[in-house]
C-alpha cells in the first residue's frame, strides 16, 4: 500500500518561511520523481517544483530563488522549503510520486497541506 504524507503546512506571514515534508512508503522512493504541487481556491493544480530520480530540479518561475526542493532517498522523504513567502503561494499543497517505466506509468498523491500567506 502506498501512502505519501504531507506535513508542515499553516498560516505565516507574507516574507515568511515554512518546510513542508512528504513521507513515503509502500514504493522504492530512490527510483521515483517527486514533485510538489499546490492548488488555489478556484484554480488549476500546477507544478511548484520536481526533483527526479537523478536529483535534476526544476521550478515554477514565480518560486525560483524562494522555494527550494530536496529528497532523502535513505529516509523516503522529500522536503519543499518555502522562503519569501508571498500571499499567491497560498493554497493546498500535495505530494507527488511519478514513475514511467516499460511496465507502465505509476501516480501516487499525498492528501496535501494547506498552506495559508496572509498578514
Known amino acids: 500500500q502506498v501512502q505519501l504524507v504531507e506535513s508542515g503546512g499553516g498560516l505565516v506571514q507574507p516574507g515568511g518561511s515554512l518546510r513542508l515534508s512528504c513521507a513515503a512508503s509502500g514504493i522504492i522512493f530512490s527510483l521515483y520523481d517527486m514533485g510538489w504541487y499546490r492548488q488555489a481556491p478556484g484554480k488549476q493544480r500546477e507544478l511548484v517544483a520536481s526533483?527526479?530520480?537523478?536529483?535534476?530540479?526544476n521550478y515554477l518561475d514565480s518560486v525560483k530563488g524562494r522555494f527550494t526542493i530536496s529528497r532523502d532517498n535513505a529516509k523516503n522523504m522529500v522536503y519543499l522549503q518555502m522562503n519569501s513567502l508571498k500571499p499567491e503561494d497560498t493554497g493546498v499543497y500535495f505530494c507527488n510520486a511519478n514513475r514511467r517505466s516499460f511496465a507502465g506509468v505509476r501516480d501516487y498523491w499525498g492528501q496535501g497541506t494547506q498552506v495559508t500567506v496572509s498578514s
Open positions: 526533483i527526479v530520480s537523478s536529483g535534476n530540479r
